[in-house]
């Protein structure tokens, strides 16, 4: 049973930061590409950020470009979201995915919510 565990969720202020971290237990981490995905109340799902296998290329959705961070530590075999100047809007329940397959692409995983693998989610909630 593959698990993947999320961190890092909670209630911030506008403008304020949180970092959000996620692993999980497919074998060869570090051949998988990941990503955060979000969904508030009453909307569907929307990727936020997504990086490939190797943690050099990214893929960011407009709306928080220069924002937020997407890493990922394949030694640590940790993927981390850093979140700067939260905004209302960011409120939502937060999933990390991990690829259907081995060595994908940022954009692909974002754009076609290419995800094997789902954590449980966790919520991160911004007051105005």
């Known amino acids: 049973q593959v698990q993947v565990a999320e961190s890092g969720g909670g209630l911030v202020q506008v403008g304020g930061s949180l970092r959000l971290s996620c692993t999980h237990s497919v074998s060869f981490f570090d051949q998988y590409a990941m990503g955060w995905f979000r969904q508030a109340p009453g909307r569907e799902r929307e990727a936020v950020a997504c990086?490939?296998?190797?943690?050099?290329?990214?893929y960011y959705q407009d709306s928080v470009k220069g924002r937020f961070t997407i890493t990922k530590y394949n030694d640590n075999k940790t993927m981390n979201l850093q979140m700067d100047n939260l905004k209302p809007e960011d409120t939502a329940v937060y999933y990390c995915?991990?690829?259907?397959?081995?060595?994908?692409?940022?954009?692909?995983?974002?754009?076609?919510?290419?995800?094997?693998?789902w954590g449980q989610g966790t919520q991160v909630t911004v007051s105005s």
């Open positions: 990086i490939d296998w190797s943690g050099r290329t990214t």
């Open positions: 995915g991990v690829d259907r397959a081995q060595y994908g692409g940022a954009n692909y995983v974002c754009k076609n919510f290419d995800v094997g693998h």
